[in-house]
């Protein structure tokens, strides 16, 4: 598979997950057929917040991605406000899995509390093995943060709400 696919794919997922966003759907699966050895079988749903992607491109090319999204659990703790309606929450720009910290052991790049400048890496979302960088939208201070480290999010999920 090209890079050009692997892009393609990213934004085929994403719209996907705005699909069953804007009409309120509880699952959806999708599988593309690219040729006779190259698939992407794709299923969102709502119901443990789980988005399944696999990929199947030659006998040694198959990969899994999952990613849930922590909505459930912070709408679990959280009152009947919604975080990602708040004006300083900063959502997921992509579908993966969240990391607090650069590396196991290490502190994480932010907690409760921590002041920070616009720009500041927030966190880490790997897609598709490759880490990306959060940076903060704007300076604040961090009040929430509504995922765990190893979580999986989806497009447009709050991640932390910043003052």
């Given amino acids: 598979m090209s890079n050009k696919t692997h892009e393609s794919d990213v934004a085929f997922i994403k719209a996907l997950a705005e699909l069953l966003n804007e009409n309120d759907l509880t699952e959806l699966s ?6 006779e050895d190259d698939t992407l079988n794709v299923r969102v ?6 988005v399944t992607t696999q990929v199947a491109a030659a006998p040694m090319a198959a990969a899994t991605v999952a990613a849930a999204a922590p909505a459930a659990a912070a709408a679990a703790n959280a009152p009947a406000e919604d975080p990602a309606s708040h004006p300083g929450a900063v959502t997921s720009p992509m ?10 052991g290490v502190p994480a ?5 921590t002041q920070v400048s616009e720009g500041d890496t927030l966190l880490i979302i790997e897609a ?3 880490m990306n960088h ?10 929430r943060i509504l995922i765990e480290d190893g979580a999986a999010v989806e497009y447009g999920a709050p991640l932390m709400i910043i003052e």
Avoid: H, L, W
């Fill in 109 to 113: 790049f932010v907690s409760v509390g």
């Fill in 45 to 50: 749903s709502r119901r443990g917040e789980i």
């Fill in 30 to 35: 999708v599988k593309r057929e690219y040729g």
């Fill in 128 to 130: 598709m093995k490759t």
């Fill in 95 to 104: 579908v993966g899995t969240v990391y607090t910290q650069a590396e196991p």
């Fill in 134 to 143: 959060i940076p903060a939208p704007r300076a604040g201070t961090v009040k």
